[in-house]
């Protein structure tokens, strides 16, 4: 396991948890943590999520042995983040959706290439969300043989 791939599984976590401890057995079973070098990918995930101040570790006490828990800060969805977009990927991201308000002749969320919102990547993943269910497939992003691998 790669620290991305514990970073997004501590993500996901804490969307309906609270605390997490590398010492609980339940939580290691939860999150399919079997081996040392998974230990050690979200042992620096959970350490990079309090350097960002997601999360804060405290040791306590527990049947005579200290154990390390991490607590949220605050709810994952108060959690903010920036993200710069060059010209051709604003441009992109504001073709795309305004392609499918065309598409679906409703013109309410039609998005500004100089001004991409967090409602425009919620839109984008709306999008994502009704292909998937459609079972799209686009010949330009997956060729149908890869999905057969998948």
């Known amino acids: 396991m790669t620290?991305?791939?514990s970073t997004i599984s501590l993500f996901d976590?804490?969307?309906?948890?609270?605390?997490?401890s590398i010492d609980d057995p339940v939580n290691l079973t939860k999150l399919k943590i079997n081996t040392e070098a998974d230990m050690a990918a979200f042992t620096v995930s959970l350490d990079r999520l309090e350097k960002l101040e997601i999360i804060k570790?405290?040791?306590?006490q527990k049947n005579k042995k200290s154990i390390k828990v991490y607590v949220l800060e605050k709810v994952m969805q108060n959690f903010n983040q920036s993200v710069s977009l060059n010209g051709h990927t604003a441009s992109r991201v504001?073709?795309?959706?305004?392609?499918?308000?065309?598409k679906i002749n409703d013109f309410t969320d039609l998005c500004d290439p100089l001004n991409i919102t967090e409602r425009d990547i919620i839109n984008l993943v709306l999008i994502s969300d009704f292909y998937e269910k459609e079972n799209v497939v686009s010949s330009k992003l997956i060729p149908p043989a890869d999905l057969k691998n998948n």
């Open 57 to 60: 570790g405290v040791e306590i």
């Open 94 to 102: 504001s073709t795309c959706l305004n392609d499918f308000c065309k």
């Open 3 to 5: 620290i991305l791939e």
């Open 13 to 20: 976590w804490f969307k309906n948890n609270d605390s997490f």
